[in-house]
T-cell receptor
Framework: GENVEQHPSTLSVQEGDSAVIKCTYS??????FPWYKQELGKGPQLIID?????GEKKDQRIAVTLNKTAKHFSLHITETQPEDSAVYFC??????????FGDGTTLTVKP | DAGVTQSPTHLIKTRGQQVTLRCSPK?????VSWYQQALGQGPQFIFQ???????QRGNFPDRFSGHQFPNYSSELNVNALLLGDSALYLC??????????FGPGTRLTVL
């Protein structure tokens, strides 16, 4: 089955700096790669996603890149703010419908 | 438009008991997935329902079962509870099978 690895597990940055979180996946049939932000006591919230026919996608301060050959994708957050502090999860999904999540990255943005 | 809602918020059960968790999807969403999230880990896929049928299933024993009703709401049932079933149970609804919107979860504690 699919295996998704996420790094780093914790990330601390200064406000205004950039943050990068990386994920690798194993199943070449995966074609949908979402990123979620989870705050304490809440369910994951979709922040950006990318499909396998696209190499990069950007939404304001957030961008995601996908390298299908290497089977890895990354989340980039620029100009970080304290409210960006949360746990971030990547996931990979095939057409069959099953989503596999990484173990999460705890991002702390220091003011 | 209300988001995904789940009930109850918290639940405490003892080993061997049975539990039913409930989920109402976002309006217009016909696909519902259930996930188990242990502390400090990413969500683990349990199963997905579409048109009242289980479409996909993760690596969970038959003690975990579900149902989807004609109005697309869903239930997750867990029989013969074990201590290891203690977790946050998340429901996610989707309009297209890919983009998922999560509810706040039900925190289950098994004593």
């Amino acid at each position: 089955g699919e295996n998704v690895e996420q790094h780093p597990s914790t990330l601390s940055v200064q406000e205004g700096d950039s943050a990068v979180i990386k994920c690798t996946y194993s199943d070449s049939a995966s074609n949908y790669f979402p990123w979620y932000k989870q705050e304490l006591g809440k369910g994951p919230q979709l922040i950006i996603d990318i499909r396998s026919n696209v190499g990069e996608k950007k939404d304001q301060r957030i961008a995601v890149t996908l390298n299908k050959t290497a089977k890895h994708f990354s989340l980039h957050i620029t100009e970080t703010q304290p409210e960006d502090s949360a746990v971030y999860f990547c996931a990979a999904k095939t057409n069959a419908g099953k989503s596999t999540f990484g173990d999460g990255t705890t991002l702390t943005v220091k003011p | 438009d209300a988001g995904v809602t789940q009930s109850p918020t918290h639940l405490i059960k003892t080993r061997g008991q049975q539990v039913t968790l409930r989920c109402s999807p976002k309006s217009g969403h016909d696909t519902v997935s259930w996930y188990q999230q242990a502390l400090g880990q990413g969500p683990q896929f349990i199963f997905q329902y579409y048109e009242e049928e289980e479409r996909q299933r993760g690596n969970f024993p038959d003690r975990f079962s579900g149902h989807q009703f004609p109005n697309y709401s869903s239930e997750l049932n867990v029989n013969a509870l074990l201590l290891g079933d203690s977790a946050l149970y998340l429901c996610a609804s989707s309009p297209d099978g890919d983009e998922q919107f999560f509810g706040p979860g039900t925190r289950l504690t098994v004593l």
